[in-house]
């Protein structure tokens, strides 16, 4: 399988804090690759220096072969790389569709952007990802509106809208009714196979995780300690300790 993604030695530092320090990860084409962790692990962090949102103070990052270590966000995603952020990012007082059509350059939305008609093929692909994603007969509603699993399947949704090889899920799954859950898993599934998207799911939750990937990248203290299939990571007892190890800190995050 070629690297789509290939980070090397990637380092964030946060002052004196070491946020991420010296993670290798790779994501192959078409592929979908889950990345868990404690709480404070440096999930958001690597995400935020993979897709360009935060600089790095050290470490390579290539992107189908092209450098975008010094790349801004928005090249990146012209280069087709999207992502989602843990904290929902709509807007709440647009429609469903709105979001969708100003979605195309996260990161560089401007006046005239807001302004600008939006083009037929530009309504026609959201209209089409909508129904894709269950949204359909939602889509002149207000996002504001949206519960918390549909403003998940929305972004999912924005984040597709530029036909990206690949995205970065940033907990799809948190304030998601279960219900819901299994719909978000179906979806991403089908995006995978049927339009060779390949994913980078940083999640909470590890049975999600286990059910679309084969690869499972595990992040404790910033650094990778444990990576393989689903299976033999959660069976690793060096894991286990990461998540269960200090009684005091065996919170939400525990799988
Ligand atoms: P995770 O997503 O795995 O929960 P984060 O990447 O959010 O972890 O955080 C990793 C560490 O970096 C934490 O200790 C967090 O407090 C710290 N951190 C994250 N972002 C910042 C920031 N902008 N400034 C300072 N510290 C930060
Ligand atoms: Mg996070």
């Known amino acids: ?14 002052g004196g804090l070491t946020a991420v320090d010296g993670v290798d990860i790779s994501v192959g084409t078409g592929e979908m690759v889950g990345l868990i962790g404690p709480n404070g692990s440096g999930k958001t962090t690597l995400f935020d220096c993979l897709s360009r949102v935060q600089t790095i103070d050290a470490g390579s990052i290539r992107f189908d072969g092209v450098d975008i270590a010094g790349r801004r966000a ?30 195309i350059q996260w990161g560089s939305i401007g006046v005239p952007q807001l302004f ?6 530009t309504r026609r692909r959201a209209d089409e990802l909508l129904d894709f994603l269950l949204l359909g007969p939602l889509r002149h509603e207000r996002a504001g509106n ?3 699993g549909q403003r998940r399947l929305l972004e999912i949704g924005m984040s597709l809208m530029s036909e ?6 940033d907990e799809a799954t948190s304030g998601v009714n279960p219900s819901l859950v299994a719909d978000i898993a179906d979806r991403l599934r089908e995006v995978n196979t049927q ?8 999640e909470h939750n590890v049975q999600f995780v286990a059910d679309l990937c084969e690869r499972v990248v595990v992040l404790d203290q910033g650094a990778v300690l444990a990576e393989g299939t689903p299976g033999e990571v959660t069976q690793d007892p060096t894991v286990i300790e990461a998540y269960f190890g200090d009684p005091g800190d065996a919170g939400e995050d525990a799988p």
Do not use: C
């Open 1 to 14: 399988m070629t690297a789509l993604l290939e980070a090397r030695g990637v380092v964030k530092r946060f």
């Open 116 to 121: 600008a008609r939006t083009d037929a093929a």
């Open 164 to 169: 990206p090889r690949l995205v970065l899920l």
């Open 146 to 148: 949206l519960s918390g």
């Open 195 to 202: 339009r060779q998207v390949a994913f980078l799911l940083v």
């Open 74 to 103: 928005h090249d990146v995603a012209r280069l087709g790389m999207s992502r989602t952020f843990q904290l929902i990012r709509v807007y709440r007082d647009l429609s469903v569709a709105e979001n969708m059509h100003l979605s």
